[in-house]
Every structure is written in structure tokens, then in C-alpha cells.
């Protein structure tokens, strides 16, 4: 199953090997960033170190002689951000030598660790996101209804039954808030980041009233903003923002907020089973956020936002490019019908295409240049990658 994965960014990765000194590979804790990059680099000459092992850390005392030991293979640094002065290190290293494909950097999105490549490895450095399994990773090999309930982290996705996924993301939980957040620089109390956790999984696919979040969470304003930066930097949730257009229409302008993961998602409310997900209010709102992460992860060259009017009438996702947009619409129904307010956005708009995604077998035009589609034909949408 990785090795399957891994083959998905072996061609990514080894474009941006080909053309930069140093390429990082950033996600969320346990994503599988290790497991894709030593399967990826079985075939190139290579030495990997875990900075979170001691022994290994410690065969960088001297980072000049251990590069001049290995100056012929690539040299891959897992969890980089336990070494965040390191990287003026590697840029004097990489302006001494300048041969594409010498460091593959891998490590959980960071404060630090973002600051500290971006100012100091700049045009010396590639990035690339690796997510939590996506659809069409795992077609054929998972059900996708597993993949929505379960999320996309490997060990839950693939664990054995039900119970050991859900108890896999209940410790995941615990430890990304007691030890994962410290890890990283940031210091807020456990039951604050909890309680705006569990806030935030009831507000999913929401409009943020900052306002009413605050109160609720019972911090100020200013830190709510910033503990949602925090979970927004650490792959935890999305903020979409709302489109910026020229409709002659009153728009909404704050944004939406998405648990990424739609398995953490199920986990903090206590959602363990398929039926019990069809069940609960929350249903659609978890669809919609399933299909946003999947679509947003696919075409990531295109920028992401919503389009809601002050009447109601919305897109849930607007792919815009180059003056180019496509627009989305989500529906937990084999019979999806979209709102009148849709169909008018999208006869104002005249998208290059409009799609209602659905859980659908087959494909269908439901109205002109208006097409019903399942998710698992994601790379089928016409949309340029």
C-alpha cells in the first residue's frame, strides 16, 4: 500500500530533485512523508538520517565532514524541524555546491521550520505537500466510504477494524495536542486547545463569526486568531477564504473552516460507525469537507475559495486560474438536486465548467454545462492538474 503511494510522488518528486539543490516534503504528523520518501529514494544513492534519533542527530556535530562524506549521494533529513538553525548550515553547504538533488528535508509544518527555509534556503529550495491518503491513492484498495469514515491517515485508513482506527485518531488527538503543539514552539494549555478542537469540529464547513467562536472558546479574539493559524500551519484544519468577485452581489466575506481530515473530524464527535455518520446532522457538512481536501489536493496549482451572496446562494468551491474558474457544488444524495441560487451563480458566472459532486456510480448532465459526477473520477473532471 505505501510503496503504491509513493509511486503517485515519485514523479513529482524526482522533477523537483532534478532541478533544486534541496527539495522539503512537508505534512501533518503521520501522513507517511517517511514511508514515500525511502521508498521513493530505493533508487538513488542515498543516506537517510531520523533527527529524532539521537545517534543520528549526533553525526551532524560536524555537518562538514559528514557532507564531504557523502557529497555523492543525497542526503535525506527526516523531522527537520528539531533542527531549525540548521538551515543556514545547508544554505552555506548549498552555495559552496549547487548540484540539483543534494538534501530531500522532511518534517511537520512548523513555525520555525517554514521561517527558517523560506529565509534562508530561498531559490535553493523545492516544496512539496504531501497529504494523508486521497481518493483515488487508494480506489480499488479501500472503499471510499472507509477512506470518508476512517480519514486519511495510513494507520487509521488501513487499520484492521473499526475500533483500532477510531482508538488510532483518539491517540492521535491526544498526542498532536500535549506533545505535537509543544514540539513545534507553540505554547497553549491542553484543555484550550481542546475545547476550540471540539468548537471548530461543530463549526465545520461554517462561516467563521470570530466573534461568537471567541466567547465560546472563551479567549480573546486576537489568540483565537492566532491558535487557528497555529492549526492551519500544522495541516490540522482549513480556512477557506471567500472568492474575490466582480458579481454585482453582496458577498460574505469571512471565511469557512474544514477539519482537513475527516476521520479527526469523526473522532472528536464521537462518530464511530458508518451508519451512525449517515445519522448525525453533521453528514453533509463532513461530505463537503471530504470533497474539498480531495479536489484542493488534486489540482493544487489552482487557488481555492467559496462564493456565498448575502441571500444565500453558494458555491461550495471555486477553482480559479489565470482568469479561468471552475466551480463545485456537494451533495450527500444518489438524487442530488441543486439549489435554484446555484444554477443562477453558475448562469452568471459561465464557469469553463461546473460539477455537482455526488456519490453517484456513472457521470451525468443534470442541466446544461452543469454535470453530476462521483469523486472517484476526480482526474477525469477536464481540469488541468
Not at 491517515?153 to 492521535?172: G, H, I
Request: hydrophobic residues 40%; charged residues 25%; aromatic residues 10%.
Amino acid at each position: 500500500m505505501h510503496g503504491y503511494v509513493s509511486r503517485l510522488i515519485e514523479k513529482e518528486l524526482g522533477r523537483a530533485l532534478a532541478r533544486s539543490p534541496a527539495v522539503a516534503i512537508l505534512g501533518p504528523r503521520q501522513s507517511g512523508k517517511t514511508t514515500a520518501a525511502r521508498e521513493s529514494l530505493k533508487k538513488i544513492p542515498s543516506v537517510y538520517l531520523d533527527l529524532q534519533n539521537r545517534v543520528d542527530r549526533n553525526k551532524l556535530t560536524e555537518p562538514e565532514l559528514f557532507f564531504d562524506a557523502y557529497r555523492d549521494k543525497l542526503i535525506c533529513l527526516d523531522e527537520i524541524q528539531l533542527l531549525p538553525d540548521f538551515f543556514s548550515t545547508l544554505r552555506s553547504e548549498i552555495d559552496n555546491d549547487r548540484r540539483p538533488g543534494r538534501f530531500l528535508i522532511l518534517g511537520s509544518a512548523s513555525r520555525d521550520l517554514i521561517k527558517q527555509s523560506s529565509e534562508s534556503l530561498a531559490g535553493r529550495i523545492a516544496y512539496l505537500d504531501l497529504t494523508p491518503f486521497l481518493i483515488q491513492e487508494v480506489s480499488g484498495l479501500v472503499p471510499w466510504t472507509d477512506l470518508w469514515l476512517r480519514g486519511g491517515f495510513p494507520e487509521s485508513t488501513l487499520a484492521a477494524n473499526p475500533t483500532d482506527s477510531f482508538d488510532w485518531r483518539l491517540d492521535f488527538i491526544r498526542t498532536f495536542m500535549e506533545r505535537d503543539i509543544p514540539a513545534l514552539g507553540f505554547a497553549i494549555p491542553v484543555p484550550v486547545i481542546e475545547r476550540l478542537w471540539l468548537l471548530l469540529a461543530h463549526y465545520h464547513g461554517q462561516t467563521i463569526n470570530y466573534h461568537k467562536l471567541a466567547a465560546a472558546a472563551d479567549i480573546s479574539i486576537p489568540t483565537l486568531k492566532k491558535y487557528l493559524a497555529i492549526l492551519e500551519q500544522t495541516y490540522m484544519i482549513r480556512l477557506l477564504p471567500p472568492a474575490a468577485s466582480n458579481l454585482k452581489k453582496r458577498l460574505i466575506k469571512s471565511p469557512k473552516v474544514y477539519l482537513r481530515d475527516s476521520g479527526i473530524l469523526h473522532t472528536l464527535l464521537d462518530i464511530e460507525a458508518y451508519d451512525s455518520l449517515l445519522a448525525n446532522p453533521v453528514a453533509g457538512a463532513s461530505w463537503e469537507g471530504f470533497v474539498i481536501e480531495n479536489i484542493v489536493a488534486r489540482y493544487d496549482k489552482w487557488r481555492p475559495s467559496y462564493l456565498r451572496t448575502s441571500n444565500g446562494a453558494e458555491i461550495d468551491l471555486v477553482l480559479e486560474r489565470a482568469g479561468q474558474l471552475h466551480l463545485f457544488e456537494c451533495k450527500l444524495s444518489k438524487a442530488p438536486k441543486p439549489s435554484r441560487g446555484f444554477y443562477s451563480l453558475v448562469e452568471t458566472i459561465q464557469p469553463a465548467s461546473a460539477h455537482v459532486i455526488a456519490p453517484v456510480d456513472e457521470p451525468y448532465e443534470i442541466k446544461k454545462g452543469v454535470v453530476v459526477r462521483p469523486l472517484e473520477q476526480l482526474g477525469k473532471f477536464g481540469i488541468k492538474p
